[in-house]
């Protein structure tokens, strides 16, 4: 079964960090540019980051720019999201969206063709 799987989201306070994981199964990652995307409750589903394939290109949301990291070693490894100086308007589910190869970063949901099931980030202020 082909699938994304995220992990590492909680309640963390204003200020802190934390760290989201997203690995696959049944997928291999080469050649697949990655995306975080989050969506709060009552909103629409948000793009947060994308990085290609071989990490050399990220694009981020404004909103999250200089505090969110998305990052991968390689092809095959997980794909992170560093979240630091966190605020509340931050909390949202998050989710990893597998996209296609190519050096534009994607920031639409719809170009998005796998996505993980989400893992809960709640910041309290």
């Known amino acids: 079964q082909v699938q994304l799987v995220e992990s590492g989201g909680g309640l963390v306070q204003a200020g802190g960090s934390l760290r989201l994981s997203c690995a696959a199964s049944?997928?291999?990652?080469?050649?697949?540019?990655m995306g975080w995307f989050r969506q709060a409750p009552g909103k629409e589903r948000e793009f947060v980051a994308g990085?290609?394939?071989?990490?050399?290109?990220?694009v981020y949301a404004d909103s999250v720019k200089g505090r969110f990291t998305i990052s991968r070693d390689h092809g095959e490894t997980p794909v992170y999201l560093q979240m630091n100086s966190l605020k509340p308007e931050d909390t949202a589910v998050y989710y990893c969206a597998a996209g296609v190869p190519g050096l534009r970063i994607a920031v639409a949901s719809y170009e998005y063709h796998l996505w993980g099931q989400g893992t809960h980030v709640t910041v309290s202020s």
């Open positions: 990085i290609t394939w071989t990490g050399g290109n990220t």
């Open positions: 049944g997928l291999t990652f080469t050649g697949l540019n």
